[in-house]
């Protein structure tokens, strides 16, 4: 994963010293050409299409039914300005929706309710986390979602729309709202379960054998998660925000089910943590094992040299050419010398086994 | 144990995409058949019998006593859709009770209370901690309480209600629901002492002989609390909840007592956090101690060659083949070799004993 | 000190299942026979005595004096019940008198107010803190304090009242309370003290010679701080709860005194926290002192090792036995030899100099 | 980076022991003469120009057009002295603008808010980031920017002006003020970008090559970010104070671009945050890749030794002298040697593989 | 400094068990009579004087003139309790004053203000920091000063009411207790800096040559800043208590300019902290410097014995006394055996290159 790009929006730069409101995209232009598609229901009639231009989806605006908008690209900062002017929507929103480094957040503009959020997962074939912005401006009979690239987690939604599944169809553009958020964070899950099968090999590989390379995955991993906190900790503020039931956009109806949308936000807010530590307390068994490890070597260095060296000082005593060496002449002095290796030897054994070194 | 089951929710994943309050059971499938009892009880009168249809148990609903309908077992949908449907029990909230990984909490739905938190039970045999999500349902003369499988902490309460013993029988559900939790919270005691009793015998163990495994234990220690920390520390939250006493169902005379239960959990959670200390603690000892052998292990060495290799050195200047070398025609030359090799070992050896390594 | 009874109330379990509001005494039995002593008084009058039975003490309760009725020794749960029956205490209260494993902790019961608290001494000849729970109830015109065994901090506060010195006699029943906790938070700054020397000393040694043992025993007081901060922690809470004046039983006259009585619990939770930062320092310390040793012990091998491994290496070309080694049949071999080991030597001690091994 | 400089307001100390509200400049004087610069405007009329006495802005006081005042220059106090009476700022307030140690933060004085907050550049050539107190004074109709010398962010802004560029011309002077902080905190995202930069460098060579160099340079960043934090970290608090919209300075128009501005602040706060614990997590991988290091050289060290010293044993012993040792007599003695020493040096070889030494 | 003094307030335990109220003078006895001097003044008049006995200041309180009292000495108590009596100042308050280890607080007894704090001065001579409690009485028209003895920061206030200068003369008791407070505050900024000097001289020693000594010397300092924090902290509660202005003594006119007091303290909070960090990095700097030096002895031994040890074999092997060696009668041998050493040589050395030892 490219942590890099990740800690520090540089595209945000772009924009630095343009008059607030501007709009500046800020993104990788991840399509050629934006994909537009309207989905209308109520309870009843369900119309679904994908339209060339933009203007073709304001007529759904003024007819009670509703109506859910999707943009996948972000780059056509013309069908931005179109819908915003249409849809009566502020400058600043729009400058948010279009640069894809915003902070998860939730604003109450009056008329419409602004949510921008970041939709992660995870690139199989290239082992990165992907990440895209999702904004969504929710009125009080339309939604209008802004991806950076076509693909999402919201097929499900799709389908229980189209086949009246739930109450998706029964309710308004809060619970459709509701609803996208909800799959949004239904698909944190998939992800940490990912990071959780990558933290159980780590742990499995660190008790069995520690080498740097595991050491620059944990750290890599820990900063994956500097990463992921960052991306999904203010949604806690966000869906609280709009929990709080304070924008009359948001009907009492759907507030429970807010709620246990926060529940979950919270849920996954605290397996991050727990892997946090998780992953902090593997750096110190890293640490540890290596302490280990260097104690293991230097013990065998030790007992080599603690029992050879003597023993060669020994050999070399009776290397020495001086004339008046008595025991040279000896008939025993041969096997004695030996004895003595010997004993040398067993002892330097017990004192090594009493040491518990081997 | 298996950590790894317990940080992340791994059966969320299978309701991701559905709708909210489709009913999916995401636990282990403990039981084969649902097993269904009814104590129906008051000051006066008391029933107490197992049914095999949950309609037998409905014609508790409308009469004055209070009723406990216990289930052991979720995976028989069907069961938990006719009680939400009898007694009118939010669809979120009958999604909640079968799904097995909820984090602890509390809500209020207005006609019913409903409860959610984890029963812990030491696994003898596995040395492991068993987990076990208890769901209560908590209405103006009922409480439903479902479990994933049989065998709880409930028998003392049982019997109370059975024999009269305390109050339990004078007072309401509200007070039979405080009395369940405060079972549960009063089994984490016991779970903390067999912590308690584990981390006495790894510092007893740590002291004596700090080995690999010893590090792996605490590590493997370390993350059990991390988990139980998890577990435990929504309820503060739960029973705060319940005793702030906003709702009606929850009676005057019950607030005492779970202002108790309040104080409970805070000693239970303040235990854990010391533990969590003590365990931290117990790692930078091992640290430490593994610094201290690495020492101990080097001053061997270091004594070893320190005394011997310069005396080889000696030894190997006599051993050179010159020609001209005097010394080794002198007739005292041998004994003076020892000589100066007596003095070098002693002078060490006061070294050694000045610097304190021996 | 006992640090494992300390962390976790084992005796908690003996209730386990009981419900709650019964009496069951979960400390060591410390003393005999509960010894019940009443001091009962006002500004002018002043009644001292021991009685044998509780029941004595109850003349006193409908008379306007202050009365003090103080038992030491919990286990004779007789006494408690018929004092809880008199005095219209609240089961839970009772409860929590003889379960000597309570939180410190302030319950305002409406009649009465529920005190509960650690008093802690040293036991100079055990080394070891002794802990004893004090509870306390206090009504509009009686004190009751619960002691685990006799002898306790409050003797100079019997000495006022039996000298009539300060204001204790013109004060009521909850001024004697304010009184009764100030002298055990005033005890605590002895207990600190006690620690202070301890920490003094044991930095001392750490400068002078870091051995294993020191290690112990930061490692034992920093779990004993960790007991200790549990112990007092809650007592800021209890204070200011008491402070707040929200119980017409504590006179406006005495808020000033708790307030200076909340300044001095701050006082000692700031230095228990102070303490436990410099324990943690003297950790590090530890640590560092230990690799600055092991540097020390490597120097000198290294010292050793590389002046005389080359030297030896030299001694030993000359001691081969090849035929054609024109050198050793040169006149001035051998002192060249010795030349070449001078040089050797003086070099290799200014490298060791200029990289300040030396 | 002179990060002595930085974390210590020397420059404070000059004013020690003055009454409050005396003017004393207690910066470095960084330009010659102070450049007072008027910019009026309304949404139809412009003027610009540079002045050389600050009396010639004062006309502008009493017109409607919105009026910003820009010094470049703070050691001339009579000007800021004239000002202050002029314009009827507090004597407190002008002593902050000639003070260039403030911490960041904003007054609410009534008739103007004050703001002063820190401008951050990084200097290319000398590597250091030069900071920089920008104080601003907004009243109804006026803006009053005092820097320390000439060259800010402004530009943009200056030219948005002059070309009736944005929504500039047609809002206030709080809009102004906001423009003003706006393009300061842009400019931060730069700092931090330089920042990411090289933290990305140092990441790369600390996996390849850990020298102390390195720590040295983590060392200096991780106190760069200490004062970054610093000079950041209150703007939070000054932003929302503004944004708070207690002052009837600040229109309601304007809130809506001050709560973007306060998402930016939290955004910049965040990368700092996570910066720092990227910084932190380098920190360890050091460590750790120093002990990696150390378990190598350790390696290689014990792998020579315990192939050679005891081969050299063995040399040792047949180069002993004693007279009756018969195998040094024996044909095979010499080639048997050879075999054992290679029997002896691969078992050494199979026993370091199996270490996974090798 | 003597750490030891400041953590514990050793002090205290002389009043334990007293009655509250009590007088105990628990300082050291610093000057051998207590000094008392008046200044009396409003914008026009001014009385400056030393009076013997306090009874002479007593005339001043019932005139309109603002009246300072200072009094350096707090062992005679008769004079605190005199003016306790004159004053009507409760006896916790003077009980507080001549206890001179009090935690910096503020007290709003209704008729007056009771404000204690700690006034810090660096004894060049003693390299040590001096404490010294200040005690602060403020009423409608009077300032009581208590010092533990001669000497303070309060001059230049004194030489501003003399000389007229500021606002002093023209405003309250408040505004003149705002003065001392400030004075106090302010010269906190000058033990910082002292200490930012002693920090940077380390900072650069740690660099060149981490030895035991600067590793003590961080210690130190890391208690010392334990110890400031602990006296300074405190002041931001005590200020915003005052600046809140419940207490009708404090004049609106004044509140603002507690609020840049406050602003100030908070300064001095930041750097604190600042500077703990930043002691903290030197720590692991000094550890991984010690990594660093253990790896650079390593290197060296391993290195040198690495090349000898193998060439010390090889000659050993030549050294054996076998009759049977045919190498020993070749003509070449001998110097065949050299380029075997000076090969074995270089190639060690292009090892240990591209190990980057070298």
Known sequence: MNK??????????????????????????????????????????????????????????????????????????????????????????????????????????????????????????????????????????????????????????????????????????????????????DSYFSILEKFGEEIELLEDELMKNPTTEIATKIYALKNEFIFLRRSIWPLRELISGLERGESKLVKKSTLLFLRDLYDHTIQVIDSIEAYRDIISGMKDTYLSSLSNRMNEVMKVLTIIATIFIPLTFIAGIYGMNFQFMPELAWRWSYPIIWIIIGITGISMFIFFKRKRWL
Request: hydrophobic fraction near 35%; proline fraction near 4%; charge should be positive.
């Open 4 to 185: 890099k790009l990740h800690i520090f929006p540089k595209k945000k730069l772009a924009n630095l010293g343009q008059p607030p409101g501007t709009l500046i995209f800020t993104g990788e232009k991840k399509v050629e050409k934006p994909k537009i598609t309207v989905i209308d229901y109520n309870e009843k009639k369900l119309q679904e299409k994908e339209v060339k231009r933009i203007e073709e989806c304001f007529s759904f605006k003024d007819i009670s039914t509703v109506t859910w908008i999707n943009i996948d690209g972000l780059h056509d900062l013309d069908i931005t300005e179109k819908i915003g002017k249409y849809y009566n929507i502020h400058p600043l929103v729009l400058e948010d929706i279009v640069n894809t480094t915003q902070r998860p957040k939730m604003e109450d503009m009056g008329g419409h309710i602004f949510v921008t959020l970041k939709m992660l997962s995870y690139g199989e074939e290239s082992g990165k986390i992907d990440i895209e912005q999702v904004s969504l401006v929710v009125g009080a009979n339309f939604v209008i979602s802004f991806q950076e690239k076509e693909g999402d987690v919201f097929n499900p939604i799709r389908e229980r729309i189209r086949k009246n599944k739930g109450r998706v169809r029964k309710m308004g553009a809060d619970y459709l709202a509701y609803a996208l958020i909800d799959a949004i964070v």
